[in-house]
């Protein structure tokens, strides 16, 4: 089939799509002449979708079906035409002969254009090639498409102009169509696995009254009726583990996040996140649910617990490798943490290593930084890497056995931070003095920070032990999906306005 017009070069003809604009425009106002303005159409009943049609042929073969969609091509055959009708379900063949819908409606329909909505009912039957098809009855202009559509043979490509466009993308591109499909069901499966074990799915407030002290840095806005200054959210964090305190034991939210930061295919200045905090258990409990969670969710959106990326397999099966951070800095950089006596040796050594670090330094830092320098890019395969300085976990309960180390870990697949967890930090005094350097910390560069005084309030009435986990769905979607760019996964990213 081959679509009637375009707005590229077909056969050497640069076609002007002006003209074709020009053409449609010209075709609804004799339309609305002719009383039968398309858009004054309020509903049409529709019984069957595409794909349904195609799986279930042995039962509707021979019988009548109403179905609606976009036209996309047509096969022009003189007094007979096979026509290409695109659902929320896929796409379907129909063929209208003159002698069927009579000569006027058949006029009519020769003069509609790819791209126009359309609703047929007709009779479902197989073609003498095989294709499943519908032997229009009916004929119905829905809605008229006034811009034509990129050429069906090499679609819409220009990156930008995909995600500033995404209903044409979404169009144009079936794939792209696949991938928000797949993700709203990860999102389904997410829930029903997390229903499944007891949690609960609440809601948090999106704008905070306070510039809370994470490493962040918020969207700022005005509430005009209080003359307050607010912001929306980095995290969900807080929120949740007030309702630990407040007697749920099993909480999550999937939530949109807004980080005043940079752009990059990993980042987006909105995405979303679930995270989830149960009572009584800790970042060991975290790290079995999370590989649970992501084994099944590969098996039941992809087929197999082993998948493809960009060209690597990824093995989800469990068990996941797991290294302490000391342990992952040493395996691939020959560093040893606990060769450090002090933070000069620490400094002296990142020196030795060519890693910069800050000339106040710490253990913690150190190696921090050189796990960034030497370790990331090397997780391909599932990793947990845990026991993080407190330095850079703030909000992590401390190691018993080792004060300098808490309770976190991160996960990484194909060398990208997924998720985030903790063993909970629940004594409101350390917490306290956590928040208060972190603040401090962010105001010597100039930035404003607050601690969260309810929060401390909410941990002194006691917070249980409890195992607290993050994990960016975008990244995980793109995973699933085998998308390179988190522009991929999301519906409308955010895109700088056009001068």
Sequence with gaps: MTDIETNVNIENEEVNVNDLIRIRHEKLASLKEAGADPYTLTKYDVDAYSADIVENFETLEGKDVSIAGRLMSRRDMGKANFIDIRDTKGRIQAYIKIDDVGEEVFENYKKWDIGDIIGITGTVFKTRRGEISIHTKTLTLL????????????????????????????????????????????????????????????????LQTLEIGANARPFKTHHNALDIDMYLRIETELHLKRLIVGGFDKVYEVGRIFRNEGMDIKHNPEFTTIELYQAYTDYHGMMDLVEELYSGLAKKICGSDVITYQGTEINMASPWERLTMAEAVKKYSGADYYDWKSDEDARACAKALHVEVEDNATKGDVLSELFDAFVEDKLIQPTFIYDYPVEISPLAKRKPSE??????????????????????????????????????????????????????????????????LGIGIDRLVMLLTDSYSIRDVILFPTMKPLD
């Design 403 to 468: 004060p300098a180390f808490t309770e976190r870990f991160e996960f990484f697949i194909y060398c990208r931070e997924m998720g985030n967890a903790f063993s909970e930090l629940n004594d409101p005094i350390d917490q306290k003095e956590r928040f208060v350097k972190q603040v401090n910390a962010k105001r010597a560069l100039g930035e404003n920070a607050e601690v969260d005084e309810d929060y401390i309030n909410a941990l002194k009435y006691g917070l249980p032990p409890t195992g607290g």
């Design 143 to 206: 809605s008229k498409s006034l811009l034509p559509l990129p050429e069906k043979w090499h679609g819409l490509k220009d990156q930008e102009t995909r995600y500033r466009q995404r209903y044409l993308d979404l169009i144009v591109n079936p794939d792209v169509r696949e991938t928000f499909l797949k993700r709203s069901k990860i999102l389904k499966e997410i829930r029903a696995f997390l229903d499944d074990k007891g949690f609960l799915e609440v809601e948090t407030p999106v």
